[in-house]
Each structure stands twice: as structure tokens, then as C-alpha cells.
T-cell receptor, first 113, second 114 residues
Framework: GENVEQHPSTLSVQEGDSAVIKCTYSDSASNYFPWYKQELGKGPQLIID?????GEKKDQRIAVTLNKTAKHFSLHITETQPEDSAVYFCAAPGIAGNTPLVFGKGTRLSVIA | NAGVMQNPRHLVRRRGQEARLRCSPM?????VYWYRQLPEEGLKFMVY????????ESGMPKERFSAEFPKEGPSILRIQQVVRGDSAAYFC????????????FGPGTRLTVT
């Protein structure tokens, strides 16, 4: 089955700097890669996702890149703000829609004002 | 998170009691997934259901745990004879249609077993 590794487990950045979180996956047939943000006491919120037919996707200050050959994908947050502080999870499914997600263990991002 | 509803938000049970967790998917969504999250851990898949059908229960313990998604009403995750190790946050997610990849999560139920 799919295995997802996520690094780093914790990340501290100064406000305004960029943050990068990386994930690797094992199943080369996986074709959908979402990122979730989880604030304390809340459920995971889908913030961006990418399909395997593109290499990069951006949404304002957030971007995700995908390298299918190397089987890794990354979340990039630019111009970080204190409200970006949260736990971020990457995930990958199997090879089709309606497939249960396999999550990384999460990255606790702290943005220091 | 908008739209997926879970209740109760917090549930305290003594060892040996039963816990019932409810999930109402987003309007128009007919696919429901249950995940469990232990402190400082990622989410682990438990069970995937469509209306009146269990599609994949490979992540759910075979004993004491059951799930249903009836034709009418919310999906229910039921844990019988709870033990301390069942203490966790349980999240429900829904997706909109056949073949859809996106899953949207509810706020979770935090179960504490005393």
C-alpha cells in the first residue's frame, strides 16, 4: 500500500519568510496529492491539491510542486503570516478517485512575529 | 470544513461503555470516510461508506468497531466496550461524487475514555 513520509516535523520561520514542507510517496500510480491545514481543535482543511498531470499549482501565497519521477511533492508558503501557524499534512490516495487518503505525520509550522 | 457536521464534538465514556459518533456529510455528498487521529499523529483511515454500503473497512478494527451510513440520516461510527486506547479524535470526511478525489473534513469528535 501507499506510504507517505513528511519532513520536517516542526518548522519555525520569521514572519515574512518562506516555508517549505516536503513529502515523498511510495506508490508510483498515485495521481492526486492534497495538502491540509489543521488548526488547534479543528478538523483538517483542504488548502491546495495537485493532480499528476501538472508539475506546479499556485493559489496566492501557497504553491505545490510535484516531481513524479522522484515521487515527491512539496508545499511552499511565501510571505508567511502568524495566522499560517498550524499543523500541515500531506496525503496521497491510491490510483483512483474515492480512495481513502494516506497521510503524512504532519509538520507543525510556527510563524514568529 | 464548511458543511460536514459531526456530533458530539466531545464525548466522555467510561471503560466498557459504548460510544456513538455521528457524521452528516456536505449537502449532495454521498461518500463518507472515517479517520482516527491520535495525539501528535497523522490521520489513519478506518472505513469508507456510501449510502447503505460499506465499501472499504480495511482500517477498522474487526472487533468492537462498526459503521453504517443508512439511506436516511447521518453516518454512525459505533465503538462498543470502549477501552482507554480508543481515546482519540475521530474525523469524518465526505466527497461529492463517484470518482471524486477531494475530501472535506468535519470538525471531529474527541473521545475520551476514563
Amino acid at each position: 500500500g501507499e506510504n507517505v513520509e513528511q519532513h520536517p516535523s516542526t518548522l519555525s520561520v520569521q514572519e515574512g519568510d518562506s516555508a517549505v514542507i516536503k513529502c515523498t510517496y511510495s506508490d508510483s500510480a498515485s495521481n492526486y496529492f492534497p495538502w491540509y491545514k489543521q488548526e488547534l481543535g479543528k478538523g483538517p482543511q483542504l488548502i491546495i491539491d495537485i493532480r499528476s498531470n501538472v508539475g506546479e499549482k499556485k493559489d496566492q501565497r501557497i504553491a505545490v510542486t510535484l516531481n513524479k519521477t522522484a515521487k515527491h511533492f512539496s508545499l511552499h508558503i511565501t510571505e508567511t503570516q502568524p495566522e499560517d501557524s498550524a499543523v500541515y499534512f500531506c496525503a496521497a490516495p491510491g490510483i483512483a478517485g474515492n480512495t481513502p487518503l494516506v497521510f503524512g505525520k504532519g509538520t507543525r509550522l510556527s510563524v514568529i512575529a | 470544513n464548511a458543511g460536514v457536521m459531526q456530533n458530539p464534538r466531545h464525548l466522555v465514556r467510561r471503560r466498557g461503555q459504548e460510544a456513538r459518533l455521528r457524521c452528516s456529510p456536505m449537502k449532495g455528498h454521498s461518500h463518507v470516510y472515517w479517520y482516527r487521529q491520535l495525539p501528535e499523529e497523522g490521520l489513519k483511515f478506518m472505513v469508507y461508506l456510501q449510502k447503505e454500503n460499506i465499501i472499504d473497512e480495511s482500517g477498522m478494527p474487526k472487533e468492537r468497531f462498526s459503521a453504517e451510513f443508512p439511506k436516511e440520516g447521518p453516518s454512525i461510527l459505533r465503538i462498543q466496550q470502549v477501552v482507554r486506547g480508543d481515546s482519540a479524535a475521530y474525523f469524518c470526511a465526505s466527497s461529492p461524487s463517484e470518482g471524486a478525489y477531494e475530501q472535506y473534513f468535519g470538525p471531529g469528535t474527541r473521545l475520551t475514555v476514563t
